[in-house]
């Protein structure tokens, strides 16, 4: 069974960092490309960033790039998002979302998601 | 960057009826060099993580209950439950992986009436 747990989620101030960990298991982590998406409470869903399987390949939203970063250790089978000059506005359940095609360069759909952790920013 | 419409922002529908959501993008998301849509549908009920139903804008995912269906094609597509259950209750997004950056519709919740 695919599982992908996340952690790292809490409490902040403005302009803190934050480094968000997701741990999959019950697949081949090294075969698979990865995202994180969030979701603001109430609100839609908004993808933030991707990482191929072999972290040739990244790509970022514009609301996070340059603040955001995406990484991976395929030994650990994890993956993680660093968060810098955290906003307001970044407050959301961050998912770790697995690429519906395994190994890609993006543009996919996910199949498989975790549960989220709460990012909450606020002074 | 791609914008998806959906429509309506809510529904209620009777236990047994057809539920239809609509999802309309600002470009077409159809691929020309292998003629496939690059349109997918989830699924998120209260507190849980959004769960994939449809690929491709017609393909379901494997254990998706043959109610539930996809369709369109470009820039206009749908998701329809032709019976709909207590258990589909839920926000239904539409997403498109044309390019990035990937976006999703705003959600249309699906109630029993």
């Known amino acids: 069974e695919v599982q992908l747990v996340e952690s790292g989620g809490g409490s902040v101030q403005p302009g803190e960092s934050l480094r968000l960990s997701c741990t999959a298991s019950?697949?081949?982590?090294?075969?698979?490309?990865m995202n994180w998406v969030r979701q603001a409470p109430g609100k839609g869903l908004e993808w933030l960033a991707f990482?191929?399987?072999?972290?040739?390949?990244?790509d970022y939203a514009d609301s996070v790039k340059g603040r955001f970063t995406i990484s991976r250790d395929n030994a650990r089978d994890s993956l993680y998002l660093q968060m810098n000059s955290l906003r307001v506005d970044d407050t959301a359940v961050y998912y770790c979302?697995?690429?519906?095609?395994?190994?890609?360069?993006?543009?996919?759909?996910?199949?498989?998601w975790g549960q989220g952790t709460l990012v909450t920013v606020s002074s | 960057d791609i914008v998806m419409t959906q429509s309506p922002d809510s529904l209620a529908v009777s236990l047994g009826e057809r539920a239809t959501i609509n999802c309309k993008s600002t470009?077409?998301?159809?691929?020309?060099?292998?003629?496939?849509?690059?349109l997918a549908w989830y699924q998120q009920k209260p507190g849980q993580p959004p769960k994939l139903l449809i690929y491709w804008a017609s393909t379901r995912e494997s254990g998706v209950p043959d109610r539930f269906s996809g369709g369109g094609s470009g820039t206009d597509f749908a998701l329809t439950i032709s019976s709909l259950q207590a258990e589909d209750v839920a926000v239904y997004y539409c997403?498109?992986?044309?390019?990035?950056?990937?976006?999703f519709g705003q959600g249309t919740k699906v109630e029993i009436k």
């Open positions: 997403q498109q992986y044309y390019t990035t950056p990937l976006t």
């Open positions: 990482i191929s399987s072999t972290s040739d390949t990244i």
């Open positions: 470009q077409n998301v159809l691929y020309s060099s292998n003629n496939k849509n690059y």
């Open positions: 979302a697995r690429d519906g095609r395994g190994v890609s360069n993006g543009n996919n759909w996910f199949d498989s």
């Open positions: 019950g697949f081949s982590f090294t075969g698979s490309s």
